[in-house]
């Protein structure tokens, strides 16, 4: 199929039936969703219980807190596109294999082209990790990296992590106050 012909909603229908990794036995396939013309596209890490029972992403308490986030700086959910690098949820929400990871790579490749989004804010260790194996998200949140001439990556804590431990909440706080700053900047 050529790429002009392929859209989000073909894409996630070729998702539902794709059983091209484990995780597809047993969950529902979860794309992203949002404006599909995103100038930034959050990209976290797997989907959850919520997320897989609603087949949605970010519908859980993390997403709770996400859309709190977002509101911080203006932005609704139906501004930005929120994804994830795995679509399906592992078992027991434990962290996705790296075969999992590359398995999905692909979708996500392939929102990524879509959307063409000019800011990619990974949300936490595992979907910064997929863009930059080597950055670790202790130095680099809260920070923009410029990828290419179009795309500039901006790591962010995972929301879910200040559920767990609330000294995170305003780091992620500031850092979403850091990417508002930044999204002025963006034509
Ligand atoms: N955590 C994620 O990384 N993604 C979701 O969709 C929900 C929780």
Known sequence: MRMS??????LKEKLTVWKGCDLSKTANAVLGEGNPHATVMFIGEAPGQK????????VGA???????????????REDVYIS?????RPPGNRDPEPIEKEQCMPWLMLEIALVQP????TLGRHSLGHFFPTMTITNAHG???K??????????YHPAAALHNGNLRSSLLADFRALGEFLKTVK
């Open 84 to 88: 994830n690098v795995v679509k399906f």
């Open 51 to 58: 997320e897989d029972e609603l087949k949605r992403p970010f």
């Open 147 to 156: 990828i290419t001439d179009s795309i500039t990556l901006f790591p962010i």
């Open 62 to 76: 993390a997403g709770q807190f996400l859309n709190e986030l977002l509101a911080s700086i203006n932005l609704k």
């Open 5 to 10: 012909a392929l859209t989000l909603d073909l």
């Open 118 to 121: 000019k800011v990619i804010a």
């Open 143 to 145: 920070k923009p990296f």
